[in-house]
């Protein structure tokens, strides 16, 4: 069902996921595009995230976005933000969870200065803009990025702190998959005024689109992006996995289809929280609501598959 | 010692006969093997109405070096291919416009196979659907020769005269290609005795099923596998007069008693039965356990990926010979299963056994770039055919019990397969 | 006209492995009439080969012989069907 609806403000929004936006020129929605798509939110009962550029924005459009409850994604070092955005490693302090966009050796590389901002942040998400050209020894590598991060956040847990960081922290949290949802939970309201499955498809195709504000949704093969329509995701356990239905396209050209790439990225994440979760259970009781991350025997679902009915 | 004294040598050491081995139309490890088709030319001298193969063209003929190239990736993916066994198809258009390349790469794959200790050298064959035009040339009569334990060779006839000139005919003038097929047909059956035939089912054929199928059998072929085409080409009412022709034809196999010894693929005993959810959920096509080849030296899934097969999409391609397969391209496909792709009325269907899907023809009718949307433009077709095919045992089986002849015909009734494309 | 006689019938594997060697067989027989003498060392290969695959075969049915005792006759041969596992007697 959908829940959210992105507006993308300006041709120059931050991306705050996988995708780039290469866009230089500053191009904001037309106003009347943006009272539409608010008007559009409000009726289909949407949660409404405005992504913003890296400049201020006209009184008129301020007084626009305030007419609605919604939050704001913006870039690292603009005011009033509920989420901020920052591209390519920098160490940042913030009372607002972080979007961190990074490659993987960025990751690799600062993998401790990352450890340090988990205590100047309420909640850092690691974003990797590459996830695509992992090859086998990156996996090797972010296996023991991972388990040296996660040596970090069991101290901050120990000394009474509660960071997040969405790599290994998430799936001790969660019980079912929760995935990116575009085109399930989530669409996108570019500024040309049409409906995007999500930015990526947006920035990757304008012709992609999906409807617009004067005709409404028209989603095809709506199904695909729904979990159950999707076979390996739906024998999956890495729940904390994005299930970037982009990333998917780009590289099985299925909106269903996660890469290898993708799944063993998801799923050394997921054993690694695995692990960290049964250290930190090993200092006293936590969440104990949550069962244990079960042991498994692979990292890609899809070599399971001869095992599914 | 030369090769021919050799082989003297060899077979009267092996003394003992062995039969029992059918080609591929029969028990041949069919599940077992991967199927490797090389798109050798995109040329034909037809122009068949019904073909599937709409960018067709002089231009596009594989060379050695890229058939060369495809067979040296291929085998040394050994690792990634473990099925058992092997079947190298050769497809155009016309695949035997380019015997000489075709004979070049059976020969290399041949050797190749053999140095390397690959494990397919123990079970393969070279494939080919043929118009059947030049079947009778010493180029394809030397090849055969050459191949002959090692061969299935499928020509297509599609009924009698008139059904069969009313889709093959000629691409320079448009006349019907009958008498020139048919005059091979005597050696092809001489040479392959066991093989059936494909017939391709279009609107305008409904009215010539029965009597081209009688023909067929008249001409001594014993097992007629026939489809309809996928394709969106039914006219109202087609169902119907479909359902007609096969009850006819039902009736003409059993009074006339060809269902001892002849097989029509329309019949079969498995079909028309509704599927279970988890245990009957597996996919109908091959796709993406199959490799084509073109001349381009790309690789697809499947030979209906290819763009002179698509009317509406982009090609599915997954690698070429030089940086080989792209697995997550594959992953679609491998992971593909009946009910994801099928609408709730497919799910839910009464008689949904048999009723098959390409999943080239999915993709390019779906309403997005996607395999994952069945097309179902054969809905109607499936269903006439599974009421004339229960006509067809409920009236045989009363008749050989009456005879006292069911449990005889239970044994030794001959089989057929379901030919989807 | 020949006469055909079931006779017996062997199990699964054992026609796995007589199907492997009637496959190899064949593919070594179809091969050697493309190769020649100038490709020295496969040519050796395929020699010893088609002699060892020969043994192999011939060893198969006389051990399934001694094994199953089937019906013999001084004309005549043995056949197997792949598909059923069948053997049968044919007489000339």
Redesign the interface.
């Known amino acids: 069902m959908l829940q959210y609806l992105i507006i993308l403000l300006d041709e120059t929004s931050t991306s705050f996921c996988h995708y780039e936006n290469a866009n230089q020129e500053r191009k904001l929605m037309p106003l009347d595009v943006l009272k539409e798509g608010v008007r559009f939110g409000m009726m289909e009962n949407l949660m409404i995230q405005f992504v913003y550029p890296d400049y201020e924005l006209p009184q008129a459009y301020q007084e626009v976005v305030e007419s609605i409850d919604h939050s704001k994604i913006k870039p690292y070092g603009q005011e009033d933000a509920d989420v901020l955005i920052v591209n390519g490693f920098q160490k940042v302090k913030a009372d607002v969870p972080v979007v961190l966009r990074i490659t993987k050796q960025e990751l690799f590389v600062h993998q401790e200065e990352i450890a340090v901002m988990l205590g100047d942040v309420p909640r850092l998400n690691v974003v990797l803009t590459d996830v695509e050209a992992f090859a086998e020894a990156d996996f090797e590598t972010y296996k023991k990025v991972l388990a040296g991060l996660s040596s970090e956040v069991e101290k901050l847990y120990v000394d009474g702190k509660s960071p997040q960081l969405n790599l290994l922290t998430d799936r001790m949290m969660l019980s079912q998959m929760n995935n990116c949802g575009a085109g399930d939970t989530s669409i996108t309201l570019a500024p040309n005024g049409k409906f995007y499955v999500c930015p990526a498809f947006y920035y990757e195709n304008e012709a992609d689109s999906i409807g617009d504000l004067e005709h409404g949704l028209g989603i095809k093969n709506k199904q695909l992006y729904k979990l159950e329509y999707a076979p390996i995701c739906r024998h999956c356990d890495a729940w904390q996995c994005k299930r970037c239905v982009w990333l998917n396209c780009k590289t099985t050209l299925e909106v269903n289809t996660p890469s290898h790439e993708q799944c063993v990225v998801a799923h050394l994440e997921r054993n690694a929280s695995r692990e960290l979760l049964r250290s930190i259970r090993q200092h006293g009781t936590f969440l104990p609501e949550r069962e244990e991350i079960k042991e498994i025997d692979y990292l890609d679902p899809f070599d399971k598959r001869d095992t599914w009915q | 010692?030369?090769?021919h004294e050799?082989?003297l040598l060899?077979?009267s050491?092996?003394?003992?006969?062995?039969?029992?081995?059918?080609g591929l139309q029969?028990?041949w490890h069919e599940e077992a093997s991967k199927n490797i088709t090389f798109i050798v030319t995109k040329d034909c001298q037809l122009a068949c109405k019904y073909c599937y193969l709409v960018g067709k063209n002089t231009k596009e003929r594989m060379s050695w070096k890229t058939a060369k190239q495809a067979v040296d990736y291929i085998l040394s993916c050994e690792k990634d291919m473990t099925e058992d066994s092997v079947i190298f198809d050769f497809i155009g258009g016309e695949p035997f416009l380019e015997i000489s390349l075709i004979d070049r790469i059976c020969?290399y794959l041949?050797?190749r196979?053999?140095?390397l200790n690959h494990h397919w050298?123990?079970?393969?064959r070279f494939s080919f659907t043929t118009n059947g035009l030049n079947y009778d040339s010493p180029k394809v009569q030397q090849f055969i020769a050459?191949?002959?334990?090692?061969l299935s060779i499928v020509i297509t006839i599609d009924g009698n005269k008139l059904k069969h000139n009313l889709n093959r005919i000629y691409k320079k003038d448009g006349k019907g290609s009958y008498d020139d097929v048919v005059k091979n047909i005597p050696l092809w059956l001489e040479q392959f005795p066991e093989f059936g035939t494909k017939v391709t089912i279009s609107s305008a054929d409904i009215p010539y099923i029965k009597e081209s199928v009688l023909h067929l059998f008249g001409l001594g072929i014993h097992e007629v596998n026939i489809n309809v085409v996928f394709e969106n080409v039914w006219k109202e009412g087609d169902d119907k007069r479909f359902e007609e022709q096969l009850m006819q034809l039902a009736d003409a196999i059993i009074d006339g008693g060809f269902y001892e010894d002849y097989v029509c693929s329309f019949y079969s005993e498995n079909i028309g039965k509704p599927l279970d959810l988890?245990?009957e959920?597996q996919n109908w096509c091959g796709a993406g356990m199959m490799l084509s080849i073109d001349a381009l030296g790309n690789f697809y899934p499947c030979t209906r990926f290819a763009a002179y097969s698509l009317r509406s999409k982009k090609p599915?391609i997954i690698g070429n010979v030089r940086d080989g397969i792209d697995?997550?391209?594959l992953?679609?496909f491998?992971?593909?299963?009946r009910t994801?792709q099928s609408r709730q009325e497919c799910i839910d269907c009464e008689v949904a056994s048999g009723c098959a899907w390409c999943q080239g023809e999915n993709y390019d009718a779906?309403?997005?770039?996607?395999?994952?949307?069945r097309a179902t433009a054969i809905c109607k077709m499936h269903k006439a055919r599974v009421r004339a095919n229960n006509y067809y045992w409920n009236k045989l089986y009363r008749k050989l019990e009456l005879e006292g002849m069911r449990e005889e015909f239970e044994k030794s009734k001959p089989k057929s397969n379901d030919v989807i494309c | 006209m020949a006469m055909k006689k079931l006779v017996g019938q062997v199990t699964p594997e054992e026609r796995s492995e007589i199907q492997t060697l009637f496959e190899r067989r064949n593919g070594l027989n179809e091969l050697a009439k493309i190769l020649t003498a100038e490709n020295a060392d496969l040519y050796e290969k395929l020699v010893k080969d088609m002699g060892d695959t020969g043994s192999k075969f011939q060893g198969w049915w006389d051990r399934m012989a001694e094994k199953y005792q089937w019906e013999s006759s001084e004309n005549g041969n043995w056949e197997i069907n792949f598909d059923t596992c069948e053997i049968y007697l044919v007489t000339a």
């Open positions: 010692m030369n090769s050799l082989l060899y077979n050491f092996v003394h003992l006969i062995m039969s029992g081995l059918k029969g028990e020969d041949k050797m196979m053999y140095e050298f123990n079970s393969y050459k191949n002959d334990h090692h988890v245990l959920n599915i697995k997550n391209k992953r679609p491998l992971t593909l299963d994801t779906a309403d997005t770039n996607t395999i994952y949307q």
